[in-house]
Nanobody, 126 residues
Framework: QVQLVESGGGLVQAGGSLRLSCAASARTFSSYTMAWFRQAPGKERDIVAVISWTGTNTYYADSVKGRFTVSRDNAKNTVYLQMNSLKPEDTAVYYC???????????????????WGQGTQVTVSS
C-alpha cells in the first residue's frame, strides 16, 4: 500500500507560479513511475505529467509543455510539479498517482494508476 499526500496548491493570478509536492510513503518509492493528473469541475481526470522512476524520462501533456516541470527527489520520497505561466484554464484539483507495479513504462492513463493522493486545489484567476 502506498500513501500519497499532495501540498502546495492555492490561488494565484494568471502568469504566476506554484510548486506542488507529493510525499509518498512507499519504502521503494525510487522504483515507481509517478504522475500528476488534474480534474476540473465537470471534466475527466487528465494527465499532466509523468516521470520515470530514475527521473531521467518525463512526459507532458501538450497543454502544459514548456510551462510545467515534473521532478523527483528519491531520497525524500517526493515528486514535484513546478507550474509557471499559469493560465485560468489550469484551474483544477491536482492529484499525484502511483501504479501498483514497480519499474513500469511511462503510463499516461488514469486507469493505469492504483494509488492516488487526496488532491490539492489550484485556482488561477484572470
Amino acid at each position: 500500500q502506498v500513501q500519497l499526500v499532495e501540498s502546495g496548491g492555492g490561488l494565484v493570478q494568471a502568469g504566476g507560479s506554484l510548486r506542488l509536492s507529493c510525499a509518498a510513503s512507499a519504502r521503494t518509492f525510487s522504483s515507481y513511475t509517478m504522475a500528476w493528473f488534474r480534474q476540473a469541475p465537470g471534466k475527466e481526470r487528465d494527465i499532466v505529467a509523468v516521470i520515470s522512476w530514475t527521473g531521467t524520462n518525463t512526459y507532458y501533456a501538450d497543454s502544459v509543455k514548456g510551462r510545467f516541470t515534473v521532478s523527483r527527489d528519491n531520497a525524500k520520497n517526493t515528486v514535484y510539479l513546478q507550474m509557471n505561466s499559469l493560465k485560468p484554464e489550469d484551474t483544477a484539483v491536482y492529484y499525484c498517482a502511483a501504479p501498483k507495479l514497480s519499474y513500469t513504462t511511462m503510463l499516461v492513463k488514469a486507469t493505469h494508476y492504483d494509488y492516488w493522493g487526496q488532491g490539492t486545489q489550484v485556482t488561477v484567476s484572470s
